[in-house]
C-alpha cells in the first residue's frame, strides 16, 4: 500500500493534529474557483448570539469592582480613563485608554456601562478566537466551541468580562495571536505570521505580559524549517515593533497637554522607563525565594487552576500527552513561563494573571476531548460524545453566573452617589479607602460633577494638613477634576489647591478615625450616607 491509499484510507478525525488529507494524484478533480463563505460557521454563530445574550444582560450598569478579595480593585479608575484620555496606573494600557475613549463616545449609556460592556465584547472576541485556535490544532468544531464558551463562565474570566479591565482585551489579542500563528505552523501563507507578529506588537500597548509569548512564536519560526526570516521581512518587522512600541508616545502627549487625569505623569525618558517597567511595583516583582516558589506560590497555582477549572484540568492534562510536536512544545513553553511569572509577582490581585494559562490549558483540553471522542467512535455515536462535551461549558456557566453576579457589585457606586447627593456642592472631600476614591473620581472626573459642583477631593490627606486647612485656609492638596499622585510630587505644577472656608468631610470610617485620633470634631449626622462633618475643637 502506497502513501497515497494510505492518505485515501485514513479518516480525517482520526489524524493527530495538523495534517489534513491528500487526494490521490488520479483522483484530483480540476479546481473550481472558490466561492467566498459569506456566513460564519453555526456553531461559531451559536456561541456569539448565546454568549452575547449571557453577557448582556449581565453586564454591570454604572461603576462596579468585584469584592471582596481584591478582584476588580481598579474597575471603577478604569470605567473613566479612557473617556478622558487619562494615564492610568503602570504601565498606562494606552491602548485600552484610546480604544475605550472611542467606544464611550457612543451616546447610549453612562460612561461605566460602557466601558464594562467593552469588557464583554472583548471576552466574546476572545471565545471565539480560542475556539479559532482549537479549529488550528486539528480539534473537531463542536469541541472547539465548548471550550471557547467554557472559557467565557469560568469564575475568574467570567468576572473580568463584566467590569471595565484590561484582561478580556489582553486573551482576546493573545488569543488573535495564537490563532494566526497556529494557522501559520499548518502549512498556511506567511502573511499569517505577519498577522501574528501585528497582533503580538498591537498587544504591547494593552498589557506588556503578552510579551511572555514571544519566546513561543520564536520556537515556532526556527523549527519550522521555512525561509521566512530574510532581510526585507526583519527589517519590516522592526518597523512593526517601532509602531507598536510608539503607542506609549501617548504617555509624553498626556502629560504635555495636562490630562486631567494623569497617575504617573511621563515627561523624560526616565519617566517612561520607570512607568512602562511597573514603577511602584518594582519591589514585588521576583519578590520569594526559590522554597517559598516551590511551597506556598505552587500551592496558590494549583489552588486558582482547579477552582477555575475543576475537572477541565484531566482532558486538559490528557490533551497534553496527545499533543505531539513543536505546538505542544511552543503551548507548554508559554504556559511555563506565564505560570513563573504569575508566581512570582507578589500583589493581592494575581489571580488574573493566571488566565492566559487557563486559556492555554483550555486549548489542552479541546484536544484531550478530540482524542477521547475520536477513540469512542467506535462504541458511541460521534454526535453523542460531542454533545456530552458540549453541556460543560452548560454545567460551568449555570454554576458561575449565579455566584459572580453575588460578587459583582455597583452598591458601591450607589453609596458614593449618596454621598454626593448629601453634600450638594462646595465641599472637600477626604479619604483614605482606594476603591471609594475611584468610584468618587469617576463621578468627580468622568462624569464632570467636580467642576459642576465645585467638590474637591484629598486622596491620603494627612490629618494636620486637614487641620491646618479649618485652621487658617493652608493649601490642601486636593483635586478638583484633576488628578496627580501626590506620591510624585514635581512631575507636573499641582492644580490649585481649593480655597479657604469650604466644608471638609470624611467619607470612609477609617479617615474619621484618624481625624478624630488626631484631635478633630467628627461627627456623623447625615442620615442617608456614610459621611462625617470635619470641623475644629471648640
Not at 482547579?306 to 496527545?322: N, Y
Request: hydrophobic share 50%; charged share 15%; glycine share 8%.
Amino acid at each position: 500500500m502506497n502513501l497515497d491509499d494510505l492518505d485515501v484510507l485514513t479518516s480525517d478525525e482520526d489524524r493527530p493534529p495538523g495534517t489534513a488529507t491528500v487526494p490521490r494524484s488520479d483522483e484530483r478533480e480540476p479546481a473550481a474557483p472558490r466561492r467566498r463563505r459569506l456566513r460564519p460557521p453555526l456553531d461559531v454563530a451559536l456561541l456569539v448570539v448565546v454568549l452575547a445574550a449571557v453577557l448582556a444582560v449581565s453586564v454591570q450598569r454604572g461603576p462596579a469592582w468585584i469584592g471582596p478579595d481584591w478582584l476588580g480593585l481598579d474597575s471603577a479608575k478604569l470605567s473613566f480613563t479612557g473617556r478622558v484620555l487619562g494615564i492610568p496606573h503602570t504601565p498606562g494600557y494606552p491602548l485600552y485608554v484610546v480604544l475605550t475613549w472611542a467606544w464611550t463616545a457612543l451616546p447610549v449609556a453612562s460612561i461605566a456601562t460602557l466601558t464594562n460592556a467593552f469588557s464583554a465584547v472583548a471576552g466574546l472576541a476572545a471565545a471565539v478566537l480560542l475556539r479559532q485556535c482549537q479549529t488550528a490544532l486539528g480539534v473537531r468544531p463542536w469541541i472547539a466551541t465548548a471550550m471557547g464558551a467554557a472559557l467565557v463562565f469560568t469564575p475568574q474570566f467570567w468576572g473580568q468580562s463584566l467590569i471595565a479591565e484590561v484582561y478580556t482585551l489582553h486573551l482576546a489579542l493573545l488569543l488573535g495571536v495564537l490563532w494566526a500563528a497556529l494557522r501559520w505552523a499548518n502549512g498556511a501563507p506567511d502573511r499569517w505570521l505577519l498577522g501574528a507578529w501585528c497582533v503580538w506588537c498591537l498587544g504591547l500597548g494593552n498589557h506588556l505580559t503578552i510579551g511572555l509569548l514571544l519566546p513561543s512564536l520564536v520556537l515556532l519560526v526556527v523549527t519550522s524549517g521555512r525561509r521566512v526570516l530574510t532581510p526585507r521581512r526583519l527589517l519590516l518587522g522592526a518597523a512593526v515593533l517601532a509602531v507598536g512600541a510608539a503607542q506609549y508616545l501617548f504617555l509624553f502627549w498626556r502629560t504635555a497637554a495636562h490630562g486631567v487625569y494623569l497617575e504617573f505623569p511621563v515627561r523624560t525618558l526616565g519617566d517612561l522607563w520607570w512607568v512602562v517597567t511597573g514603577g511602584p511595583f518594582h519591589g514585588q516583582m521576583l519578590a520569594f525565594s526559590p522554597a517559598e516558589l516551590l511551597t506556598t506560590r505552587l500551592a496558590l497555582v494549583g489552588e486558582v487552576l482547579w477552582r477555575d477549572l475543576g475537572l477541565l484540568l484531566v482532558p486538559a492534562a490528557w490533551g497534553v500527552l496527545r499533543l505531539q510536536g513543536r505546538l505542544r512544545a511552543a503551548l507548554v513553553l508559554y504556559g511555563v513561563l506565564s505560570v513563573l511569572y504569575a508566581m512570582s509577582y507578589d500583589i493581592p490581585d494575581i489571580d488574573v494573571y493566571f488566565l492566559p494559562v487557563e486559556a492555554v490549558l483550555l486549548l489542552f483540553a479541546g484536544v484531550g476531548f478530540h482524542d477521547v471522542v475520536s477513540r469512542l467512535a467506535t462504541r458511541v455515536p460521534a454526535t453523542v460524545a460531542v454533545a456530552g462535551v458540549v453541556l460543560v461549558p452548560v454545567v460551568l456557566g449555570l454554576d458561575t453566573v449565579p455566584r459572580q453576579e453575588l460578587r459583582t457589585s455597583t452598591v458601591g457606586g450607589v453609596a458614593v452617589r449618596h454621598i454626593l447627593d448629601a453634600v450638594g456642592s462646595d465641599a472637600i472631600l477626604v479619604s483614605q479607602d482606594y476603591v471609594q476614591s475611584s468610584l468618587l473620581r469617576y463621578y468627580l472626573i468622568g462624569e464632570g460633577l467636580a467642576a459642576e459642583r465645585n467638590i474637591w477631593l484629598a486622596w491620603q490627606a494627612d490629618a494636620e494638613d486637614v487641620e491646618a486647612y479649618l485652621r487658617d485656609g493652608t493649601s490642601l492638596h486636593a483635586e478638583l477634576g484633576t488628578f496627580r499622585d501626590p506620591r510624585r510630587p514635581g512631575m507636573l505644577p499641582d492644580p490649585e489647591p481649593p480655597p479657604p472656608g469650604l466644608p471638609v468631610y470624611a467619607v470612609d470610617a477609617h479617615q474619621a478615625l484618624l481625624l478624630r485620633i488626631h484631635g478633630l470634631r467628627v461627627l456623623h449626622d447625615f442620615e442617608t450616607a456614610d459621611l462625617w462633618r470635619v470641623t475644629l475643637r471648640p
